[in-house]
């Protein structure tokens, strides 16, 4: 409702970004595109995701409903597989900001529930993970276009930064 409210206003969004918490409720994204918002949302590391060429197959049998042909995976477990490149999204005040960041096109296991509280596969998008120099590591969405490059998401991504330092001034002010 309060976007729906700041999009009445006349304000227009470059890029929506939320943290986890936000980025976990597939309704929040699918209302963020649904009103055609560019969105970077961060996501738990279990997230289930499916492949891009994930394909629903025809009820047989007892089955009434389609379901995929393969099983959807966590987040965390389809990142590992993919190589990690080391990004640097600007320049800090002291020195370049840079993490290791794969990134990979997913379709969301966001979709109707077809049995065992699983999800059929939702849109495509970004699948993004980053593993700081602390060795954390945290995991994202976004549904930036497909050709957009690592260096990009990343930048996306860490925009949030910024929003949350001028959040927190705000509230000791």
Known sequence: ???DR???????FGLTLADAGYGASAAFRQG??????????????NQKVYGVDVQ?????????????????REAEAVLAELPWRRV????????????RFAATR??????????NNRHLPGDEVWLVGEWRSSGERK??????????????LASAIKA????EQGHQQLKQE
């Open 1 to 3: 409702a309060e976007l």
């Open 6 to 12: 700041l999009l009445a206003a006349g304000v227009r």
């Open 32 to 45: 963020l595109s649904e009103r055609g918002l560019a969105w970077a949302v961060g996501i738990p590391r």
């Open 56 to 72: 629903l197959v025809p009820p047989t049998g007892r089955k009434r409903r389609p379901a995929p042909d393969q099983e959807p």
């Open 88 to 99: 640097t999204w600007r320049q800090g005040t002291k020195g370049p900001l840079a993490a």
């Open 106 to 115: 997913v379709r969301v296991g966001d979709g109707a529930t077809w049995g």
């Open 139 to 152: 995991y994202y969405l976004s549904n930036l276009p497909p050709r957009t490059s690592l260096r990009a």
């Open 160 to 163: 949030r930064w910024v929003c």
